[in-house]
């Protein structure tokens, strides 16, 4: 390829650290698709001559055809994809292949190729996280009344609706998607004509081709176009936000299946046993999706690294950009379909869940909110007084709910018999109707505005 400008050959060492096929092989539909849209152009600006072009098109095609039903025959001496692809339609068509490279650049056919790749990878993602979101939905939706015991610090806090908690992790994920929504808009530029680094001499057209692949528009300035991987920054910021959010949801069910929550039971499908216990189930799907999120972040760490410090505009450097993408979107996608399934298979005891959400005292806010309602009591103040109630209960070794009225009245006499309809789980997070709360009729109006809004 460049052997006019040296005398020998690389050595075996320079071959190795140099070839990128192993890696950059999985860009062979971009990087066909992008030569496709690129010799329908020179042959438009009459750079090309139709029949040349009808010629390189004809190669392509079979070049895909091969490529597609028997994968692609690495050759480390063409070092990367657009080198077999070029390499490989000289040997169909002949002189003609050579034509096809005019007025481009290995650096903006990459630039271009990681681009559609990238591209394609988001809308798989974000199939992933949208079939995610309908199975948080669907059990939200079944579980909007069922109570849980909602956790500060690992620590009963007050009761929630098992629904609530469900839909908390569909945010999350509405979060995600938006994420990478926002990084295909600000992708979807073409480097494609921005050659190797200053554009070209040859009248090209650079919308034409950005249309044909379906980007908004052409990059403004050839030197940005080929030296740019904010996309694949971008992408892996969105992965490790995603990988984070399925981490916590993993390190869920890790807890709520131990033996002493019980909360939930992972199906035969989504557990291993033990080699000497025979009776172990072992959440490993959810532990292997916890230890992902470190993957995540540390190939955007990986990614920054490469970028941080590199000249304009293009460096062997970013030769190495693509393979912590790769790594990244193949791991997300498969942390997805086993959170997916998950969720969408997994049992809960909804008895065990309910018993534990009226332990530790969790209504002791329903009785201090009760106090400012009903008796006009500063909230400081009511604080104050539930806090005796509670030393009162644990001193009893009760519940709250179990007092007598005697009893709770004798630490304030403003307390009646009217404070019992509050302090059962039910009646706290029925009375949760604020915006955002964990009533089952919240959930509910939850759910439909989520699927009313398509996700």
């Known amino acids: 390829m460049w052997g006019g400008r040296f005398a020998e050959g690389p050595s ?25 849209a690129h010799a329908a152009m020179l042959a438009a600006a ?46 169909i068509i002949g002189e003609p292949a050579g034509r096809l490279h005019t007025a481009r650049s290995r650096n903006d056919q990459v630039a271009t190729d990681f681009r559609l790749w990238v591209r394609g990878a988001i809308d798989a993602i974000d199939a992933g996280l949208g079939g995610f979101q309908k199975a948080l939905l669907a059990r939200a939706e079944q579980h909007a009344a069922d109570v849980m015991p909602g956790f500060t610090h690992l620590q009963t806090a007050q009761p929630v609706t098992l629904g609530h908690h469900l839909m908390a992790y569909h945010e999350m994920t509405r979060r995600d998607r ?57 992408f892996l910021s969105a992965a490790a936000m995603a990988g984070l959010h399925l981490s916590r ?10 033996q002493p929550y019980g909360f939930v039971k992972l199906p035969d499908a989504f557990s291993t046993g033990s080699s000497i216990m025979p009776q172990k189930r072992n959440p490993d799907a959810a532990e292997l999706v916890r230890a992902k999120a470190g993957l ?25 950009d693509k393979a912590p993408v790769f790594e ?46 009903e008796g006009g009591v500063p909230f400081r103040e009511a604080h104050h007084i539930t806090g005796r109630c509670v030393a009162a209960a644990e001193a009893a070794g009760c519940d709250l709910a179990d007092l007598p009225l005697e009893t709770l009245r004798g630490v304030d006499a403003r307390i ?36 009313g809004a398509g996700e």
């Open 328 to 373: 990244a979107f193949d791991t997300l996608a498969l942390c997805l379909a086993a959170m997916t399934g998950m969720v969408e298979t997994i049992s809960f005891d909804t008895a065990r869940m309910r018993a534990a959400a009226g332990t530790g005292f969790s209504t002791a806010t329903d009785l201090a909110d009760w106090l400012v309602r």
């Open 12 to 36: 075996a060492v320079m071959r190795d650290i140099n070839v990128s096929i192993g890696v950059d092989k999985r860009l062979w539909r971009q990087d066909i698709a992008g030569s496709r």
């Open 46 to 91: 009459g750079i090309l001559s139709q029949g040349d072009a009808a010629e390189i098109v004809r190669g392509l095609d079979t070049i895909e055809a091969e490529y597609a039903a028997g994968g692609l025959v690495e050759n480390a001496a063409l070092e990367d994809i657009h080198m077999h692809v070029e390499g490989r339609l000289k040997e």
């Open 178 to 234: 938006g994420r990478f929504a926002d990084a295909r808009a600000r992708l979807n530029e073409s480097p494609l004509g921005a050659a190797a680094l200053a554009g070209t001499s040859f009248p090209i057209d650079r919308h034409a081709t950005a249309k044909a692949l379906g980007f908004d528009r052409p990059m403004a300035n050839s030197l940005d176009a080929v030296s740019d991987r904010d996309f694949a920054l971008e």
């Open 296 to 320: 995540f972040l540390g190939a955007y760490q990986r990614l920054a690294v490469i970028m941080k410090g590199l000249p304009l505009a293009y460096s062997k450097d970013m030769q190495d």
């Open 416 to 451: 009646d018999e009217r404070v019992y309809g509050v302090l059962t789980v039910d009646a706290s997070v029925a009375s949760r109707t604020s915006f955002g709360g964990t009533s089952p009729a919240n959930v509910r109006a939850a759910v439909a505005a989520a699927r």
């Open 249 to 258: 949801l993993a390190e869920e069910i890790i807890i709520w299946a131990s």
